[in-house]
């Protein structure tokens, strides 16, 4: 059972929106500005695509944003392109040196 | 470009040890600016934090697995090592090599990752 709670799978037409939840609590997502995001294509290295909550790395398209609520963060995906079409996992530091609780992972098709 | 290349046996025993090897080419693992660590994935389930280490500090784990497991690093190498032991079959997992920036971004993301190696307990 995974720390963080994510839904299974999200799916979206080509050029529509997805947003996929990422719950967790006091102690993971909503003590700490940490909230990062992987995109995993099956059998490829796992990609960060979000970290510090809202921050892009370079390189990663500005289509991939990110927010927190409380205990619950998310990943929009904008302008969903096939190349899109992954899993994604969300992670957060939980204090004590933990430095990363997991969610089981989204499936996102692009239909 | 920085390379994170994971390695060791595909096979490994219930009861014995589960060690891996990650060597890392396009960056040193004496950088100051990184931590060095594992993560691992069962078969159809989430992704689980393992460990991770400064080049010359103590590494910090999962508490979880803390009991059974030690991260190293082999500066001369630039290679990271991982040892499980008194591994069962909920130990079988794809194990990936990861990178953390620690300076200028804060949280520990992992910012790159191996392609994973799969690790089956199995007799």
């Known amino acids: 059972q995974s720390a963080l709670t994510q839904p299974p799978s999200a799916s979206g037409s080509p050029g529509q929106s997805v947003t996929i939840s990422c719950t967790g609590t006091s102690s993971d997502i909503g003590g700490y500005n940490y909230v990062s995001w992987y995109q995993h294509h099956p059998g490829k290295a796992p990609k960060l695509m979000i970290y510090?909550?809202?921050k892009r790395p370079s390189g990663v398209p500005d289509r991939f944003s990110g927010s927190k609520s409380g205990n619950t963060a998310s990943l929009t995906v904008s302008g969903l392109q096939a190349e899109d079409e992954a899993d994604y996992y969300c992670s957060s530091y939980a204090g004590s040196n933990i430095f990363g609780v997991f969610g089981a992972g989204t499936k996102v098709t692009v239909l | 470009q920085l390379q994170l290349q994971e390695s060791g046996p595909g096979l490994v025993k219930p009861s014995e040890t589960l060690s891996l090897t990650c060597t890392v080419s396009g960056d040193s693992i004496s950088s100051r600016n990184h931590y060095w660590g594992w993560i691992r994935q069962p078969p159809g389930k989430g992704l689980e934090w393992i460990g991770s280490m400064y080049y010359s500090g103590s590494p910090y784990y999962n508490p979880s697995l803390k009991s059974r497991v030690t991260i190293s690093v082999d500066t001369s190498k630039n290679q990271l090592s991982l040892n499980l032991n008194s591994v069962t079959a909920a130990d079988t997992a794809v194990y990936y090599c990861?990178?953390?920036?620690?300076?200028?971004?804060?949280?520990?993301?992992?910012?790159?990752w191996g392609q994973g190696t799969l690790v089956t307990v199995s007799s």
């Open positions: 510090e909550v809202t």
């Open positions: 990861t990178r953390q920036p620690i300076v200028v971004i804060q949280g520990y993301p992992f910012d790159y």
